[in-house]
């Protein structure tokens, strides 16, 4: 076995896993796409019919906020309205979280119906066959009390069919981003009514900034019975996707927002995802909700839109006892290496002050806790490479007899103790944790416009820098594709210098190939986070530090 292919190997593993799979869509397998029919509650024959389709508008977000009596919406992370008509919350920004660093505009998140980016959240009941008047989304709801939202105090909402049955709903709103919705139906008739609640999420477009990177999902979510189902919007659009389930929770995310409702606790439901000129994320409970005459009966929803903090988002799953909300962070396959690192980033955040420092320090910690294994890896390499001389002479020697060509390398990697194989398991090993810390920093919403020095500005955004224009002294903006910052080209030239230490491949296609890799990884990596290639230039330094001493001891031994 030959110790340089294999190290090619998982070098070329490696960035095929890393870079195809973020810059050219996978697919995913297609589970429950299998519509049930068994269903209790029909589609068809519910009112109103929450999977319609509709005519999407082109009015401004301002001009739709003003086409509508709303009460207003605050907190201390939260501002925004919703409308009476529906009783829709459709206008929420994060006031801690700008739009970007230029303005102190908050971030957008939920839109009015009527705006190409519409995006909001109803709640209501449904009847079967049109027999019980109920409310739509054009029904104007009347405020009971107190106008304004806010954590301190509820709102108040009534409407009457004018059939003798009024319906009410009580919102609730935390210091942060949870809302609590009561519907209560008072049955004023001398008859029994069935009624199913239900809680929609509806997006109008894909969103404009979504990052088509499969290490980040973006789009449909939920958790039906203790089981994570993500979906793409790619998926809903091809079929809709029906499940049901007895708990669990369901909704649209992005990158570090999101929105979901969580219905009531123990009560059966279907969830629908769907596109009908419109996203939609709903459930209805399958199992009616009976009001006997001149009585009432509710149910309630919780409604989240929040930004994904990660303090934020585990104290709601615990306290709300809602089961795996915590992976509404993309957390990934190595959760239980990816959510402990960003804890231990987090930590070194606020005692640093930076979150660029604090990317280095636990780089500089992971490299300590891999440096014996590390050693061990450098150490085989840096033998193979001390005797290459010797293994170009054996194959130059014998290119025409390869069993005795083995026979002779075989006899050599005995003379010097060398084993092929043995650089290949502590680098295998390391594999999870780069992945991990990889993914912790690719998904922060805690690293979204944090600054590090000089011209990093933001950590989430890509080097700003451009070898183009000789990095700001030409008055010339070049176009997006040629933006290759300093941060980058010092991740290319750190990584050459690591291949200059490691064992050089015999054949001269491969040795082509894997000089051609720096100068790939740093075109690749321009457009990537700045904190990630701050974190991969560190690590190449450190490692070609450790590799460098190693190569010395090594070459002493040798000779």
């Known amino acids: 076995m030959d110790n340089k292919n294999v190290f090619i190997a998982i070098a070329l593993s490696m960035s095929v896993l890393l870079f195809w799979a973020a810059f050219f869509e996978t697919p995913r397998p297609k589970k429950d796409n299998i519509v049930q029919e068994q269903n209790k509650v029909s589609e068809d024959k519910i009112t109103p019919n929450i999977s319609e389709s509709f005519k999407i508008e082109t009015v401004s977000r301002k001009d739709a906020l003003k086409n509508s009596k709303r009460i207003k919406i605050e907190n201390s992370n939260i501002i925004g309205s919703m409308s009476l008509q529906g009783a829709v919350i459709d206008d929420i920004s994060f006031k801690r979280h700008k739009q970007n660093l230029e303005n102190n505009l908050n971030v957008e998140f939920l839109n009015p119906a009527q705006t190409e980016n519409g995006f909001y959240v109803e709640t209501g009941w449904t009847s079967i066959g049109n027999k019980i008047k109920v409310p739509s989304n054009k029904t104007i709801w009347k405020v ?86 993500e979906d793409d919007y790619d998926d809903i659009q091809e079929k809709k996707i029906v499940r049901e389930a007895n708990e669990g929770w369901l909704g649209i995310t992005d990158k570090y927002w999101m929105t979901a409702v969580v219905p009531k606790k123990g009560e059966n ?25 001149s009585s009432s009966n509710s149910n309630d929803v919780r409604l989240f839109v929040a930004a994904k903090e990660v303090e934020t988002i585990d104290a709601y799953a615990e306290n709300q006892n809602i089961k795996k909300f915590d992976l509404v962070i993309d957390w990934g396959w190595f959760y239980f290496f990816t959510k402990p690192l960003f804890f231990i980033i987090d930590y070194l955040f606020k005692y640093s002050g930076n979150f660029g420092i604090a990317i280095v320090i636990i780089t500089i910690g992971i490299r300590l806790i891999f440096f014996p294994l590390a050693n061990y890896s450098f150490r085989s390499m840096a033998k193979m490479k001390a005797v290459q001389p010797e293994m170009m002479r054996l194959k130059e020697l014998h290119k025409e007899d390869k069993v005795k060509l083995q026979q002779e390398m075989m006899s050599l990697y005995r003379k010097e103790k060398i084993n092929p194989a043995s650089g290949c398991l502590p680098v295998l090993i390391q594999i ?72 050089a491949p015999a054949d001269p296609v491969q040795a082509k190939i894997f000089a051609f890799f720096p100068l790939f990884l740093t075109i690749i990596l321009a457009s990537f986070p700045s904190g990630l290639v701050v974190y991969w230039t560190v690590n190449n330094v450190l490692t070609i530090a450790q590799q460098w001493v190693i190569m010395r001891q090594t070459k002493v031994k040798t000779n």
């Open 144 to 229: 009971v009390g107190n106008n304004v939202l806010n954590n301190n105090q509820p709102i108040n909402l009534e409407w009457s069919n004018g059939n003798g049955i009024i319906f009410k709903k009580k919102i609730e709103l935390d210091e942060k981003y949870l809302f609590k919705i009561s519907q209560q139906v008072q049955n004023n008739t001398n008859q029994s009514i069935d009624l199913y609640p239900y809680a929609q999420i509806t997006r109008n477009k894909i969103p404009d900034d979504i990052q088509n990177f499969y290490i980040s999902h973006e789009g449909f979510i939920g958790v039906f019975d203790e089981e994570l189902k």
């Open 269 to 293: 439901f279907k969830s629908t995802f769907l596109y009908k000129d419109a996203f939609k994320a709903n459930y209805i409970v399958n199992n009616p909700t009976t009001i006997k005459p």
């Open 432 to 503: 999870p944790f780069f992945f991990a810390i990889y993914k912790m920093l690719f998904i922060s919403l805690e690293m979204r416009h944090q600054p590090f020095f000089g011209w990093i500005k933001d950590l989430s955004d890509k080097d700003p820098t451009s070898l183009f224009n000789l990095f700001g002294l030409i008055p010339w903006d070049p176009p997006s594709f040629l933006i290759i910052g300093i941060w980058p080209i010092l991740m290319g030239a750190s990584m050459w210098v690591q291949q200059k230490l490691n064992p």
